[in-house]
DNA sequence: TTCTCTAAGATTGTCGACAATTAATGACTA
DNA sequence: TAGTCATTAATTGTCGACAATCTTAGAGAA
């Protein structure tokens, strides 16, 4: 049986997959941002019931990438400079958290695994350089592994199935590329030291700086729109 | 019409309410903490169709109250130590983010409004000297009031709307009572004066042990009723 | 023209029934 | 007696239809 990727939980209903394709479709933009959602049009497109759709939006709406009105109707969320800043604020506390529990909790083999990781990075990384790979897959599963080595099943379930394709959706659809690769990976390597001797404190500092950097990132991009769409504007 | 006391968001359909009366039956135990939800049972007691039974079942699994095997059912969550821990790692983490930022971001008006409420419990303590209602009903309200002056819409909901109904849980069925009274009204009183001269990072250094104390109390109810069930059974 | 109100249309919320899956019961074998 | 398998019962997942609500279009009045 087919399984999510990101949750690791298998998808048996059919509304699983619905879930697991919406939410695709929403982070890459194939259901743009902002739109308006009808779920007889949706149902019909994904050859499903409306009861079956209306479940997934329902999980949707809990991983924040749809909003809900009584009798109106769902929307995709939308993506603004203001939301960006909320999100990444909690992020940065939230990963800064379960680095510094990582610190503490990741068994030795993991470590030495994620090392590994990155050094498979790097090498990726010389051949594409500047391509977008590292931000996407690398970068996600950088961050994956260290949550997962936080070892709090709750704090693993509010970023994983909670805040991340949220934040997938801002990266993929601001289009993150360029000379933060290199950066990002030194970066990464720091904190993986850290981590190796169990410097909590640490690690939680230089995660949440890590994350500081990436947010400027995104944040240059959405100054970059609104520049351009004033001066089409004129 | 009514609203949710604490989303504040109006309750306008069927579910809405059905959602907000088991989300009170839950956290007061009225429905057993890890017992079996049967949707049928349910949805007659409600006399609500299995669909608007379904769609509250949806969001108590949000905020973390039940959980869902697919073809297996929902269960009511289980109040254990370890989650405990786990749930207040994350707790103190978003807490003292809030309170950081509503050093910043808190207006002077209601910085006094809370300072008066402070007052207001200092009276209400002095009557009801030990009982819980200070625990209760006082403590979340100033906890809440400064998760709003966050200005953090994420965070507002993430914490409203997602971890508190678990933490009162928590607390509601631990029964939190006792001498903790009086030391958390102090530690109150010095996080309303740090973030009253903006002072962020005493202001979330605070916050964070305010809520370290916290869970040590509950802890000790969980010792407490361990070596009880412990000595039950020699 | 602009605003208000009304009526039609479309969308969401809710329902009861059927299909698919899981859990429980009991017969059968070793 | 203990264990395995098949059958039955119960529960969840899914569907299509109806009811309630909101949105839109258009007529009429100021």
């Known amino acids: 049986m087919t399984q999510d990727a990101f949750s690791k939980t298998p998808i048996t209903t059919a509304s ?8 695709r479709e929403i982070v890459e933009g ?3 941002q902002g739109s308006k959602i009808s779920e007889p049009e949706l149902a019909k497109r994904y050859g499903v019931s409306r009861a079956t759709l209306r479940e997934a939006l329902n999980r949707l709406e809990s991983c924040y990438l749809v909003e809900r009105k009584a009798n109106v109707g769902c929307r995709v ?10 999100v990444y604020e909690v992020r940065s506390a939230l990963e800064g958290l379960a680095c510094r529990l990582a610190a503490d909790n990741m068994a030795a083999d993991e470590v030495q695994s994620l090392k590994q990781l990155l050094n498979q990075h790097l090498q990726t990384q010389r051949v594409k350089e500047g391509e977008s790979y590292y931000q ?21 379930h509010l970023l994983s199935n909670g805040l991340y394709q949220l934040i997938r959706m801002y990266r993929v659809q601001m289009g993150m590329v360029g000379p933060r690769v290199s950066k990002a990976f030194d ?3 720091a904190i993986i030291n850290a981590i190796e001797s169990h410097d909590g404190e640490l690690a939680e500092l230089l995660m949440k700086r890590h994350i500081s950097a990436s947010q400027a990132n995104v944040q240059n ?4 729109l609104a520049a351009q769409k004033s001066a089409v504007n004129k």
Chains 1, 2 share one sequence.
């Open 16 to 23: 699983d997959q619905v879930f697991v394709d919406m939410r």
């Open 30 to 32: 194939t259901i743009e």
């Open 77 to 86: 969320v939308a993506l603004t400079a203001e939301r960006l800043i909320e």
């Open 136 to 156: 996407e897959a690398g970068d996600l599963d950088f961050h994956y592994r260290i949550i997962k080595g936080s070892k709090n099943d709750h704090l693993i």
């Open 187 to 189: 970066e990464h390597l």
């Open 221 to 224: 991009k959405f100054d970059l």
